[in-house]
């Protein structure tokens, strides 16, 4: 029905060439049509990615996420921490639950796929609700509760996504950056990503 009488709210910065095929801007993943964008790191998850991941005993989870305008709505604000988040729907399911609290007992990593991913899982943490809106805006100094490692794309100056990236990794980040922009590598939606830790407490501040 959505497809009948709209088209797909890419990104102005995506070319023509580009959005030739819609379904390039979509995850393998996606089940509902409730997001205004997709979550750019699940793009580089392939079906073939997926099974070598699982072929390697990594295990996965689900999150639903409905991506919302507020990922993106850039910070104008002098002061960061007086930006407003706009709340985005998820839903952390049962299984994930105990797939995090299992993979705690083992002592393994919960690796996120996404800021937004990031956002969920902490305000599941924070507030004891599986299912509801989110407005949290992580900042540095964020005291993160479940989240162990972050894949994420790399993203443009003012934007929030670039400030939960200082929060979770610290000041190095302006070193990765660096040398991202003499690899070329690209940036946004399309472009590349990156695998980090995260920093421990002392470090990220």
Known sequence: MLGAVGEVPLP???TAAESSDTDRYQTVFADAPSSVAAPTAGLHLTEEVLARLAAGGVNRAVVELDIGPGTFTPVTT????EHVMHAER???????????ESTRERGG????????????L???????????DTSLFITPGYPFAVVDRLFT???????????????FMGPRWRDVYATALESQYRFLSFGDAMLVERAA????S
């Open 12 to 14: 102005p910065y995506i």
């Open 78 to 81: 002098t002061n960061v921490e």
């Open 90 to 100: 998820y839903r952390v399911p049962d299984e994930t639950v105990e797939a995090i």
């Open 109 to 120: 990593a919960v690796v996120a796929i996404g800021t937004t991913v990031v956002r969920s």
């Open 122 to 132: 902490e305000s599941w943490a924070t507030t004891g609700q599986q299912r509801g």
């Open 153 to 167: 794309n790399f993203h443009q100056p003012r934007s929030t996504l670039l400030v939960l990236l200082e929060a």
């Open 201 to 204: 407490p002392e470090a990220a």
